[in-house]
Nanobody, 123 residues
Framework: QVQLVESGGGPVQSGGSLRLSCAVYGITYCRGDMSWYRQAPGKEREFASVIDSDGTTDYRDSVKGRFTISQDNGSRTVYLQMNNLKPEDTAMYYC?????????????????WGQGTQVTVSS
């Protein structure tokens, strides 16, 4: 019943920009860290960015200064603004959420993943 749905991916030229969105659907009782991960073909999934429930952010070194993670006022959508994209940013981007979804344990967090949105940066 709880789903994370990514959108906003697509093809883009080197130096271009995209904004990814991660929408949370269903009933949640709390929210912890919301993160973006990415996975390129033949590579392990890697951390890209995180925003915690207080709005504190962090990024992997290779995207610092280029990517910005944010969330809306209701914390129902998380965004990843991606500027100055490089071919090495090409990957499937996944939203990861730490969410409380159990009505009988409303403070118990679980990890939820979206199905991903493809970002392809051409040189």
């Amino acid at each position: 019943q709880v789903q994370l749905v990514e959108s906003g991916g697509g093809p883009v030229q080197s130096g271009g920009s995209l904004r990814l969105s991660c929408a949370v659907y269903g009933i949640t009782y709390c929210r912890g860290d919301m993160s973006w991960y990415r996975q390129a073909p033949g590579k392990e999934r890697e951390f890209a960015s995180v925003i915690d429930s207080d709005g504190t952010t962090d990024y992997r070194d290779s995207v610092k200064g280029r990517f910005t993670i944010s969330q809306d006022n209701g914390s129902r959508t998380v965004y990843l603004q991606m500027n100055n994209l490089k071919p090495e940013d090409t990957a499937m981007y996944y939203c990861r959420g730490l969410l409380c979804t159990n009505p009988y344990s409303k403070r118990s967090k679980g990890v939820y993943w979206g199905q991903g949105t493809q970002v392809t940066v051409s040189s």
